[in-house]
């Protein structure tokens, strides 16, 4: 707790013997961001420190249509991706429940403007995916 300002003492001077004392006390030696520039942003917004936090960790906040396309479009590349025909399979399949749901119950923001994918579709290409694939590695 900070002592109050003695009387006749200026203030000046006196804060500036609280930071001194506070700098012995080495309070100031390991609080985040020392040694870092100030943020170039200058322009003041109410919610700057709801928005550090959710870069801090990661989180954004999109419409649920664009979350869902968002969502779409790693579970198509995460199925190229996937050791097996099955995963693949049910990767697409876990995504189109979703984009089907969206699809009869319009969401608020903008439209999906999506269909669900076909599974034998993106499996078709998935087996391309690995058999040029193994087409490329040397053989043993």
């Known amino acids: 707790m900070t002592e109050r300002k003695p009387p006749g003492v200026p203030f000046e001077s006196w804060v500036d013997k609280q930071i001194r004392d506070a700098e012995g006390r080495g309070e100031f030696a390991r609080l985040p961001g020392a040694g870092k520039p100030l943020p170039a942003d200058t322009a003041y917004d109410e919610l700057w420190w709801i928005k550090g936090k959710m870069a801090r960790e990661g989180l954004s ?9 968002k969502e779409a479009e790693d579970a198509l590349a995460a ?16 995504v189109n429940v979703k984009i089907r749901d969206m699809m009869f119950r319009p969401p608020p923001g903008p439209p999906l403007g999506m269909k669900p994918y076909d599974v034998e579709e993106v499996v078709a290409q998935w087996r391309e ?8 590695e040397p053989s043993a």
């Open 61 to 69: 906040v999109l419409p649920p249509g664009l979350a869902l396309r």
């Open 79 to 94: 199925a190229y991706a996937a050791p097996s025909e099955r995963i693949a399979r049910k990767i697409i399949t876990e």
């Open 129 to 136: 995916g690995r058999a040029s694939a193994a087409a490329d």
